[in-house]
């Protein structure tokens, strides 16, 4: 063999190995993404299940909020630029969805993974929630609070494709039971 094919058969064999390690790289990527994305939803959760956000939920599904908002007086502090958080939990709560319809509209938690849990909870949340966003969108335009709006319409795109959940088919329900009543008649 004579070293112009020595050198055509290294450069060969080098290419290869560049191409196998980009490749490599790439699937190592992916991973560091996912792992990122994992630890991003999971403290995403925990904030959900902070007391502090059930509070603001109870707020806001418990109806509190709707007997609020028949005060004018309530409604006008809405209005504010900076809406004030100590007296409108609805806005924390409202800003927790703004984020988490962020992170879905950018990739960065899988759909799948939000809808399966939180459409439901994001579609209930966004009919409490409307005539605060009617309020503050009158003051600040219609892009306030529009990641949240987007998580609401592809939560309904997805109950729409999805009507009996993301169980997987082929694997067998297991069967549950409702307790017997301890009064017997």
């Known amino acids: 063999m ?69 005060d004018p007086a309530y409604r006008a502090g809405l209005m504010q630029v900076q809406g004030d958080r100590r007296t409108h939990p609805e806005l924390e709560y409202l800003d927790f969805w703004e984020s988490l319809g962020g992170f879905v509209k950018l990739g960065y938690f899988p759909e799948d993974l939000v809808m399966e849990s939180g459409g439901p909870v994001a579609i209930a949340a966004w009919g409490k929630l409307a005539p605060v966003i009617a309020i503050i969108r009158s003051v600040r335009g219609p892009s306030i609070y529009d990641n949240f709006e987007f998580l609401v319409s592809r939560a309904k795109l997805w109950e729409a494709r999805h009507p009996e959940g993301m169980f997987p088919r082929g694997t067998p329900r297991l069967p549950v039971t409702q307790p017997e009543s301890g009064d017997r008649a």
């Open 2 to 70: 004579n070293w112009e094919e020595v050198s055509a058969v290294s450069t060969f064999i080098t290419m290869i190995i560049i191409a196998a390690s980009a490749v490599a790289a790439v699937m190592q990527l992916r991973h560091m993404r996912a792992g990122n994305a994992i630890a991003g939803f999971l403290g995403f959760m925990d904030r959900w299940a902070s007391p502090e956000a059930r509070e603001r939920q109870a707020y806001v599904f418990g109806g509190e909020l709707e007997r609020r908002l028949a």
